[in-house]
């Protein structure tokens, strides 16, 4: 009898150790397939994949490239703002803590895809360039892909229309583009003139 219930004891024992390793593998197994998922998500979604600040400030969602942005404004209709500006340029850093500490800009982009190229992720495509290549240059680009020249820095020069050096002339554009585009279908509801003059 001692060895039959010393037996069972045993077989208990064996099967709750093999549950318990079970259970491991299968928590293992979840764990991967979530990691996996999730990685799926990031490729499938560029928007999940934030790019670099570059010190305009991590309080925004930065697309990690130009092309991303455009897939995702694309997606979700919404226009883009594009920074283009150079590591080495004394007017870039002195607009980036005014842009990164300005809560205007926060509370308009997030109707935006943000996107900012620096040094070498400055595109080669004269349409970023409208009037040259100073920099730092703002532009804006519709829901559908295309530089909109008709939204510029209206207090700045008429030589070097898409430069900004102050965060009131910058919301001020971005106001233009949402009024602008306000028939386009933005995600969540829809703004009317008077919701987004209060933004």
């Known amino acids: 009898m001692r060895e039959n219930e010393t037996n069972n004891r045993g077989e208990r024992a064996g099967s709750q150790f093999m549950l318990r390793g079970a259970r491991r593998i299968d928590i293992v197994m979840f764990e991967n397939e979530q990691k996996t998922c999730a990685h799926a998500d990031s490729r499938a979604d560029p928007h999940r994949v934030s790019g670099k600040d570059n010190g305009f400030g991590n309080n925004y969602v930065w697309a990690g490239s130009l092309e991303s942005g ?14 283009i500006h150079k590591s080495w340029c004394t007017a870039c850093r002195n607009l980036k803590p005014k842009f990164a500490n300005s809560p205007e800009i926060q509370t308009l982009s997030k109707h935006f895809v943000m996107v900012n190229l620096i040094d070498e992720d400055e595109p080669k495509n004269n349409v970023f360039a409208p009037d040259g290549t100073y920099i ?3 532009l804006f680009i519709s829901p559908t892909g ?3 020249t008709d939204i510029f820095n209206e207090e700045g020069s008429t030589q070097h229309k898409y430069f900004y050096s102050k965060p009131e002339q910058i919301a001020k554009s971005m106001r233009k583009v949402l009024d602008k585009y306000a028939d386009e279908q933005f995600d969540g509801p829809k703004k009317d003139k008077k919701t987004r003059d209060k933004l």
Do not use: G, N, W, Y
């Open 136 to 138: 730092p240059r703002i």
């Open 70 to 83: 455009m897939q995702i404004a694309t997606h979700h209709k919404k226009p883009l703002m594009v920074i």
């Open 146 to 148: 295309l530089v909109d």
